[in-house]
């Protein structure tokens, strides 16, 4: 294993989403840096892509197979590579979960949370929100 003399940072898009595709698949640096300008609409440089690539491959996440006549570098995660991309999408998801809870009602009936939509009942001088119409139509006084 190699050592892990400096921790990766996770500073761009750029870098979120070539962990994310290697997460899919193994891919040549071509395909990823192809696949993430067509994903967030700017032109993505080699310079950003390939550096990165080699920090991943030093810290171990990362190994390099070679493929076709011309031995390309496909780049696939390794095991180490999986867990820290597996960390890296818990704290996304942490991020998120903090972005949508103050939008998030609760229903009134099942407790469920609702984000958009929902089925609003007025029910006495009260306005409940539900999550779907059955809900809305067990709900107890």
Same mark, same amino acid.
């Given at each position: 294993?190699?050592?892990?003399?400096?921790? &990766?940072?996770?500073?761009?898009? &750029? =870098?979120?989403?070539?962990?994310?595709?290697?997460?899919?698949?193994?891919?040549?640096?071509?395909? %990823?840096?192809?696949?993430?300008?067509?994903? %967030?609409?700017?032109?993505?440089?080699?310079?950003?892509?390939?550096?990165?690539?080699? *920090? @991943? &491959?030093?810290?171990?996440?990362? $190994?390099?197979?070679? *493929?076709?006549?011309?031995?390309?570098?496909?780049?696939?995660?390794?095991?180490?590579? $999986?867990?820290?991309?597996?960390?890296?999408?818990?704290?996304?998801?942490? @991020?998120?979960?903090?972005?949508?809870?103050? $939008?998030?009602?609760? #229903?009134?009936? #099942?407790?469920?949370? &609702?984000?958009?939509?929902?089925? =609003?009942? %007025?029910?006495? =001088?009260?306005? @409940?929100?539900?999550? #779907? *119409?059955? #809900?809305?139509?067990?709900?107890? =006084?």
């Amino acid at each position: 294993m190699k050592s892990h003399n400096k921790e &990766v940072k996770i500073t761009s898009l &750029v =870098k979120f989403y070539t962990l994310l595709l290697l997460g899919e698949k193994q891919q040549h640096g071509y395909e %990823i840096i192809k696949e993430i300008s067509g994903k %967030i609409g700017k032109k993505v440089s080699a310079g950003e892509t390939y550096p990165f690539l080699k *920090s @991943l &491959v030093e810290q171990g996440y990362v $190994r390099i197979l070679k *493929s076709g006549k011309r031995d390309k570098k496909v780049y696939g995660l390794t095991q180490e590579g $999986r867990k820290f991309l597996k960390i890296l999408l818990n704290r996304f998801g942490d @991020l998120i979960d903090i972005a949508i809870e103050p $939008r998030l009602t609760k #229903c009134a009936h #099942c407790g469920c949370n &609702v984000y958009k939509g929902g089925y =609003k009942k %007025i029910i006495g =001088k009260r306005k @409940l929100m539900f999550c #779907c *119409s059955y #809900c809305a139509g067990n709900f107890s =006084k």
